[in-house]
């Protein structure tokens, strides 16, 4: 199983270098991406869409179901971390109305759908809709070796025990922590 999302590197090279890349609204996703920091020892790397998002929750949720509706592309506030130094970059993001927020879809997009990394995506939620986030993940990251997606909400027991057991699943923890 490991050996289905080990990117492949050559034989003497060092060990892969994690990078987790998350958008979130307000804060859960943030916590999930800490916690997979602490057990990989990636680096981490947070999205900002240039336009912040409304504070209100019906003016929020339109604009989401409007971007997610018509696939648009928020524009986002440069990040110092691009994807293209890294072997296996973890994805985070909330569930919204099903699907990923835009401004993972639109870093995703802007770097070529990671093709030919190692991607891990992960999510919270709050036990409502559970759509398709692997999907989303998936046919923006064509050419990627996605694996399948971690899913948390915000109060989740044993986050730590849960991520682990997922990355073990992934191929094992030992394959992709430095
Ligand atoms: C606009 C919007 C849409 C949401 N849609 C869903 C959904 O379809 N399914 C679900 O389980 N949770 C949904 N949620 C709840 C969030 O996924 C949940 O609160 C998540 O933990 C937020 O993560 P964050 O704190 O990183 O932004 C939605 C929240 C918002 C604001």
């Known amino acids: 199983m490991s050996a289905v999302y080990e990117t492949p590197r050559p034989e003497t090279s060092a060990p892969p270098r994690i990078l987790i890349a998350y958008y979130t609204y ?8 800490e916690e997979l920091q602490r057990l990989t020892g990636g680096t981490l790397t947070r999205l900002y869409p240039s336009q912040p998002y409304p504070s209100r929750f019906p003016e929020l949720l339109e604009q989401v179901r409007r971007e997610i509706h018509s696939h ?5 506030l440069p990040v110092s971390e691009s994807p293209a130094r890294y072997d296996i970059v973890f994805v985070g993001t909330p569930n919204w109305c099903g699907s990923i927020a835009p401004p993972l879809a639109a870093w995703l997009r802007q770097h070529g759908g990671l093709a030919g990394k190692t991607v891990l995506p992960l999510y919270s939620h709050c036990g409502g809709e559970p759509g398709n986030i692997a999907g989303a993940v998936r046919s923006l990251c064509p050419k990627a070796q996605v694996a399948p997606v971690f899913a948390a909400r915000p109060d989740e027991d044993d986050l730590a025990a849960k991520l682990d057991a997922w990355l073990t699943a992934c191929g094992g923890l030992s394959a992709i922590s430095v």
């Open 26 to 33: 307000s804060g859960s996703t943030g916590k999930l991406a």
């Open 72 to 76: 648009h592309y928020p524009r986002l």
